[in-house]
C-alpha cells in the first residue's frame, strides 16, 4: 500500500489550498482517514480526522476554515484549506487506517507535504 500526498505549495494569508491523498495498491478497505501537520520545532499534531461512516472532527485552530472528506470510489482523502495563516505553515501528512487483504489494520503514512503561507 502506498499513499501519494499533494496540493501543498505557497500561498499568501487568507488564501487557499486543496491538499489531496491517495491510496493505491491492494486492500480490502479504508477506515478513518486524517490529516496532521508538523511545524518547525514542534510535535506533530492532528487537523483533521474523519470516519469510513463520514464523521469528522478538527482541532480548534483550524474549525471553520478547513474542511476534510473522503471518496471511497477514489480512495481519497481531501483537506480543503481556506483562509490560511501563517502559522498554518507546516508538513502536512495523511493518515490512512487500512484493511489488507490479511483483514489486519494497519496505519500508512504519505510522505507529506509542504504549505507555506506567507503574511
Known amino acids: 500500500v502506498q499513499l501519494q500526498a499533494s496540493g501543498g505549495g505557497l500561498v499568501q494569508a487568507g488564501g487557499s489550498l486543496r491538499l489531496s491523498c491517495v491510496a493505491s495498491?491492494?486492500?480490502?478497505?479504508?477506515?478513518?482517514m486524517g490529516w496532521y501537520r508538523q511545524a518547525p520545532g514542534k510535535e506533530r499534531e492532528l487537523v483533521a480526522g474523519?470516519?469510513?461512516?463520514?464523521?469528522?472532527n478538527y482541532a480548534e485552530s483550524v474549525k471553520g476554515r478547513f474542511t476534510i472528506s473522503r471518496d471511497n470510489a477514489k480512495n481519497t482523502v481531501y483537506l480543503q484549506m481556506n483562509s490560511l495563516k501563517p502559522e498554518d505553515t507546516a508538513v502536512y501528512y495523511c493518515?490512512?487506517?487500512?484493511?489488507?487483504?490479511?483483514?489486519?489494520?494497519?496505519?500508512?503514512w504519505g510522505k507529506g507535504t509542504l504549505v507555506t503561507v506567507s503574511s
Open positions: 493518515q490512512l487506517s487500512i484493511v489488507t487483504t490479511d483483514e489486519y489494520v494497519m496505519d500508512y
Open positions: 495498491g491492494r486492500f480490502l478497505r479504508i477506515n478513518a
Open positions: 474523519i470516519t469510513s461512516g463520514g464523521s469528522t
